[in-house]
């Protein structure tokens, strides 16, 4: 008992006591003023938003406290070379994490380099489009048409395709048309001619185009091209084919609804067809006991009796 | 008809108005004490050229009433504190270039020249007060939009006529909503000019009032130099000499600095016809 005391009082008096003593002061003062000065910060810089607060305060606090303890361990006489070992991993570690935060920043760059767009341009994106807000360090800013805030990484900008829809002042607006195989095209199109030559929008140069695209199942099939000036290119759209109807509607001209063609062949017998009279019990029902959608007759085929 | 000069300086009383017929185009203008109304009717003709004026009307003697206009009818009113009686009306030339063709495929030989006749169709500005305020600028028939230049990444939104540019100034009648400017064409260069279209900028030109209320603008000098095809434009400084005496009505739009050069381009589109 006596000699533990004797040695514990020895190693008190010696000096690697005081050095203990003062790592633990360093210590105590240095989490105190950690907590302190972080607190201090906070108040300073982030008192509107806890986002900031929090990350203020944690950083703050480790970054001192870490000053201290450091220093508390070259007092108790530890070799701090090896955290400079250890600062090189962290180091190596962080570049890896990083990867894509410094690609998007080079990219950004680039993209500042080559201008594809422009704040205010209208751009597509795969299938988001909107307009340019800002061209920032790591990302490209959107709002689309509905209002939705979009974030799309300079990466993604760079290595896809992007449409430029306000690069251009003019641009052309493609319609798909089917008439009917009865009507004659050389007259349909001088009605479209006609129908464009009225509407102010649709530009005399270039001058529209007919082009034919096939004898379709149930129409001819051509589309009719159009240009506009870029700010009037919606006003066109829905204008142009809403003249176009009517013209089509004041001259007769058929646009077919899909059509199908049931033929029985040269072998067989035609389809019978039984009018209905006209005082039958319900609508859809035949005066007969049979199935609708069957005749009584035996003879067609394609049917079941 | 008759036509009627439509431009002038009118004083209303208040609750007057009145009905204006400049082409294809009616205006009715109504004053009231605080406010002036005006009423623009866009014709389905674009070829009428009627020029009427019927004016000064009490307001409830107007066959056309502010609370139940035509659907086509376009409606603006201007408050103010008090009206003045005094409205003025003034033609105006288009606000953007405008793209001609002549009536015949044109082919000018080397060291030859042509003069065109074109009549482009007029604005009109309609202003209110003794230092005249200005309301509005109604066009009296909306052209149609067209491109002029060398592609479709680069040119100008102009205003294509459906009117042709004539060789000959008698086969021109006359039409108090449009206004007539000489082109002269001369090719300087080596070979055979093809005048396919000319693009005319009425923004640098003025109007004047010639003989017979014609309404004419300074002729433009356009010149083919040798072996190029953009030709420079000159403007004229006087009204031409077919227009006779003249009063100007309206300076140009925009003013041509010293060393601005204003170029026409020939035409462009035949490459474009091939992409689908």
Known sequence: MESIWTSVSEFLRGPQAVSILYAIIKLIVGL???RLVSAALVKLFAQTSPHHAAIIRRVSFYVIAGLFVASALLELGF????????AGILTVALGFASQTSASNVISGLFLLG?????????????????????????????????NLFVRVPNETIIKSEITNLTRFPIRRFDLQLGVAYKEDLDYVRELLTEVTDR???????????????????????????TWAARENYLALKNSLPTEIKAAFDEHDIEIPFPHRTLYTGAVTEPFPV????????????????SAPGTTSDKSASGTTS | MKKQVWWG????????????????TTLWIYRSARSWHLVHIEAHDPLDDSASIDQP????????????????????????????KRCTLTPALADRSVVVKPDLPLYILAGESVTLYVSTPLWIRIE??????????????RPSDTWFGPSTREGELCYGLKTVGRLRLESLPLRLHRAITPIHVRNHGSDAMHVDRIQLPVQYLSLHEGENHFLWTEAVNLDRQAGGEVAAVRFERAPPAEAGPTTLLKGPRLQLRANMIVRTFSSIFNRLSIDT
């Open chain 1, 199 to 225: 509407n102010p929008l649709c530009l005399d140069e270039p001058r529209p185009i007919f082009i034919f695209q096939g004898f379709g199942d149930s129409a001819l099939t051509f589309q009719y091209s």
């Open chain 1, 79 to 86: 070799d701090l070379s090896v955290l400079l070992g250890a």
């Open chain 1, 274 to 289: 039984r009018v209905v009279s006209a005082d039958a019990s319900a609508p859809g029902t035949t005066s007969d006991k």
């Open chain 1, 114 to 146: 080559e201008k594809p767009f422009a704040i205010g341009d209208i751009i597509r994106i795969g299938n988001i489009t909107g307009e340019v807000l800002s061209i920032d360090l790591l990302s490209a800013k959107l709002r689309t048409f509905d």
């Open chain 2, 128 to 141: 209110v007060g003794a230092t005249p305020r200005l309301l509005q600028e109604l066009p009296s028939i």
């Open chain 2, 9 to 24: 300086t009118f004083d209303f009383d208040d609750d007057e108005a009145g009905c204006w017929h400049v082409g294809p």
């Open chain 2, 57 to 84: 009307k009490p307001i409830t003697d107007t066959s056309l009433s502010l609370d139940d206009l035509p659907p086509d009818a376009n409606l603006m009113r201007y408050s103010f504190q008090e009206t003045d």
């Open chain 1, 32 to 34: 105190v003023a950690a």
